[in-house]
């Protein structure tokens, strides 16, 4: 199955890749360094789905020449918070980051914004890679531009425009979701595809079957749907 492109235009800032398909993990260094000239990445992920995948992106990341540093936080919505992205900050300062390095974003919604949300703000801001791993975050993959976290008891009290430069929805990673969150995955695409209007809407209730079924074709055309429903709506806003 052919790798899918959507290219995001936004009008204050440049166009970016959000490509979907398997097996393209493997070629997100060579991609961060060729288009981005990176010497430098912070890798940012969780406790679940680092021990799957960060250390393949890790050595994609080394052999592009890419010095990475891995950082792992807690998974779970309570780590969408300010205390734990000043740890990330502390980390980064320490280990010497400055400007030039690129963030880079391994796992699902509560990862992607907790990176976003780093990268926004660190050094005035740095690129931000997403390489979302859950089937939300990969419908989402072209609007996490849009960077949030939790204060207190208010969600997404905190947010920031992350400078996103490419987006990676490796379908393959799907296959050690959860069934719970992809059930979850799937009420996303269908909020979407209703936000979308008729022919998305009418789309997904042709196809929720084979969708719930996991058929990979129809699993990559919901996500390449839903990212470019997100990227229009992204050039509308």
């Avoid at 800032?13 to 060579?30: F, H, L, Q």
């Avoid at 009290?157 to 393959?172: D, I, K, P, R």
């Avoid at 979701?177 to 022919?199: H, N, Q, Y």
Wanted: net charge negative.
């Amino acid at each position: 199955m052919p790798v899918a492109k959507v290219v995001v235009n936004l009008d204050n800032a440049p166009s970016y890749d959000v490509r979907i398909g398997p097996g393209i993990i493997d070629g997100i260094g060579e991609r961060v360094a060729r288009s981005l000239g990176a010497t430098a990445a912070v890798l940012i992920t969780d406790s679940n789905v680092g021990p799957l995948y960060a250390e393949q992106v890790h050595n994609s990341l080394k052999s592009a020449g890419i010095h990475t540093t891995d950082i792992t936080i807690p998974a779970g919505e309570e780590s969408k918070s300010l205390v734990c992205v000043s740890e990330i900050w502390t980390a980064m300062v320490r280990a010497g980051f400055d400007q030039d390095c690129v963030v880079v974003a391994l796992g699902g919604g509560v990862v992607c914004d907790v990176a976003g949300f780093v990268a926004a703000n660190y050094a005035f801001g740095v690129p931000l890679v997403l390489v979302p791993t859950s089937l939300a975050a990969m419908a989402n993959a072209s609007f996490c531009n849009m960077a949030g976290i939790n204060v207190e008891d208010c969600e997404q009290a905190v947010g920031a425009f992350a400078q996103v430069v490419y987006a990676c929805a490796s379908t393959e990673v799907l296959g050690t979701l959860p069934e719970v969150e992809w059930e979850r995955g799937c009420d996303e695409i269908a909020s979407i595809a209703f936000a979308e209007g008729a022919e998305f809407n009418t789309w997904f209730e042709e196809h929720a079957e084979d969708l719930n079924q996991h058929v990979p074709a129809v699993v990559q055309d919901a996500i390449v749907r839903s990212v470019v429903a997100q990227a229009n709506a992204l050039a509308a806003g």
